[in-house]
């Protein structure tokens, strides 16, 4: 649910499932945190206070710059 649709700006997500786009290999359950692509995450193994973007819900096995869902403020 986009709130606000009339008003300029960029959608954020504070909760749920969203999509985002990631390069790099993902496992079920990575963080993942911004790349040093602008507008890009990849998966990191351990948290990193601060830099989390929310955590992966399935596994991605390209390398390529995909867009893949996951989960938003639930840690």
Not at 44 to 61: F, L
Request: hydrophobic share 45%; charged share 15%; glycine share 14%.
């Amino acid at each position: 649910f986009i709130m606000n649709t009339a008003a300029d700006g960029q959608p954020i997500a504070l909760k749920g499932r969203v999509p985002v786009l990631i390069t790099g290999t993902v496992n079920p359950g990575d963080f993942i945190i911004s790349s040093d692509m602008p507008g890009v995450g990849i998966a990191s193994g351990k948290y990193i206070a601060g830099a989390v973007i929310g955590k992966a819900i399935k596994a991605k096995t390209s390398d390529d710059v995909e867009l893949h869902e996951i989960a938003v403020g639930v840690l």
